[in-house]
């Protein structure tokens, strides 16, 4: 009897000095787990600028290409038939034009004597004149079959990956047809949420990815499409060696009031939690159930399901 009271004296004067929470409704997050695909932030076409066949075809799926970097080749052969044809016409015009040339000098020599005509040296004038212009006019065309030759290379629009190849070599293609699909502009993760947790989606909030790492809502799409919204989370370190890949996300969707305590003022006794509660300054154990556990500034805090309620004093921790 002598060594109990000492003891019992010992444990009151340790409880006196306890730290003492003030339990009261605090308001915590709901999560929605859904998934989002990993995407670039650009995805644009390498497309064929003239009709033709595919001569070379230097990418596959996977490869990084530079902006400007030729992807393809296409080639008309067509085209390479017009240019001989209007060197020829050129050749042509340009023998044309010596021998007018020719004659007007011998027409100067000759109108200076008086032995021909001013309306004979005239047309001898306008017949230069207009072979200068023929010859002027070919080589205008020309150019402009030189540049479509030209534009059989296909270049790649902005620098990123590969995508897809929707060609191959050998193969014709039109005009405006896509030969390579290249993603660039970095990446993010696109979010297709339930449209009934739409009202709960605002741009800039903090979202939890589940490789341990945290991203933001940076914009939410206005449409709804198939009962789903669309919303894009930007991450500053996310992996970008698969596109498509998916990932699991939690979204903030809801706002309720529950009652917090702190994991370290729980007792785990014969598989049924215990906390202890201060009631008329006396402590005294209780049987709890608890819920989901939250973390906040480093400190790992459990929901109170039942056993506790608003006011209650639950002793914490002993000085």
């Known amino acids: 009897m002598k060594l109990i009271l000492p003891l019992i004296l010992l444990f009151l004067g340790t409880t006196a000095q306890a730290e003492v929470l003030t339990l009261t409704p605090q308001p915590i997050t709901e999560w929605k787990a859904v998934f989002g695909v990993v995407e670039t932030r650009n995805r644009v076409p390498a497309r064929a600028r003239i009709g033709g066949t595919i001569q070379e075809l230097l990418v596959s799926e996977g490869d990084i ?11 008309d052969d ?26 007007f000098k011998r027409g100067e020599e000759l109108l200076e004597r008086g032995v021909i005509t001013k309306q004979r040296f005239e047309q001898l004038t306008t017949q230069v004149n207009v072979l200068n212009s023929e010859i002027l006019t070919v080589e205008s065309n020309r150019l402009v079959i030189a540049q479509r030759v030209t534009e059989g290379a296909v270049l790649a629009p902005e620098a990123g990956v590969v995508l897809s190849v929707p060609t191959s070599k050998g193969s014709v293609t039109n005009p405006g047809e896509p030969v390579a699909i290249i993603g660039g502009g970095g990446v993010f993760l696109r979010l297709s949420v339930p449209e009934r947790h739409a009202a709960a989606l605002i741009e800039g909030e903090e979202i939890r990815i589940g490789e341990g790492k945290s991203g933001r809502l940076a914009k939410v799409f206005p449409q709804i499409q198939g009962g789903r919204v669309l919303a894009d989370v930007e991450i500053g370190d996310l992996d970008d060696r698969f596109i498509g890949r998916r990932v699991p996300v939690q979204l903030p969707v809801s706002e309720r009031s529950a009652l917090l305590i702190p994991e370290s003022a729980v007792t785990l006794l014969g598989g049924i939690d215990f ?39 639950v002793v914490t921790a002993d000085e």
């Open 65 to 75: 290409v530079t902006q400007g970097q030729r992807i393809a080749l296409i080639t």
């Open 275 to 313: 906390v202890t509660v201060q009631i008329d300054g006396a402590p005294l154990r209780r049987a709890i159930v608890l819920g989901t556990k939250i973390t906040r500034d480093g400190v790992v805090w459990c929901e109170v399901l039942t056993g506790l309620r608003a006011g209650d004093q």
């Open 78 to 103: 067509k085209l390479a038939f017009q240019l001989a044809a209007m060197d020829a016409q050129v050749a042509t015009l340009t023998a044309h034009l010596d021998t007018a040339q020719t004659d």
